[in-house]
């Protein structure tokens, strides 16, 4: 079995980020996702590859489960799960201080050849890093 290594980083709701309703703007947990997926991989992906290889969104599946207001602070909390060819599952959820989870999202990315600009199947040696083996 394989299982994805969990990612944790913290974000804090600042007055630019909410909405005319007083909360936390949708297109900012869009903009969240990508934060937490990009550290991941900056934190956990050899320099080689980071060089060699870039990642692009084909697909987000977003679940809205609670609102979040200015000064509001959340635990985004993102795993991956077993590559498909060039793609990957990446799993986010944002947990409130009392464990309560605010948004859920699976988004689904894709591998790009930085010099060539083309798809790339992800190969094990890139996927390691990211995935726990039993």
């Known amino acids: 079995m394989t299982a994805g ?7 804090v709701a600042a007055a630019a980020d909410i909405d ?3 909360h936390v703007n949708n297109a900012v947990w869009v903009r969240w996702i990508q934060d937490i997926a990009t550290a991941h991989w900056a934190a956990v992906a050899p320099a080689e590859h980071q060089a060699a290889y870039a990642w692009v969104v084909t697909r987000h599946e ?31 959820r944002f947990v409130d201080e009392a464990g309560r989870v605010k948004v859920a999202a699976v988004t689904t ?8 600009g ?15 083996r039993d």
């Open 5 to 11: 290594v969990q990612f944790r980083q913290d974000f």
């Open 20 to 22: 005319e309703l007083g």
């Open 62 to 92: 977003i679940d809205y489960r609670g609102n979040l207001t200015e000064g509001g602070r959340v635990t985004g909390e993102t795993w991956v799960s077993e590559p498909k060819g060039a793609r990957f599952d990446r799993h986010v």
């Open 109 to 116: 990315w894709a591998l790009i050849d930085r010099a060539t």
């Open 118 to 132: 083309r798809l790339l199947r992800v190969r094990p040696e890139v996927a390691a890093p990211f995935l726990v």
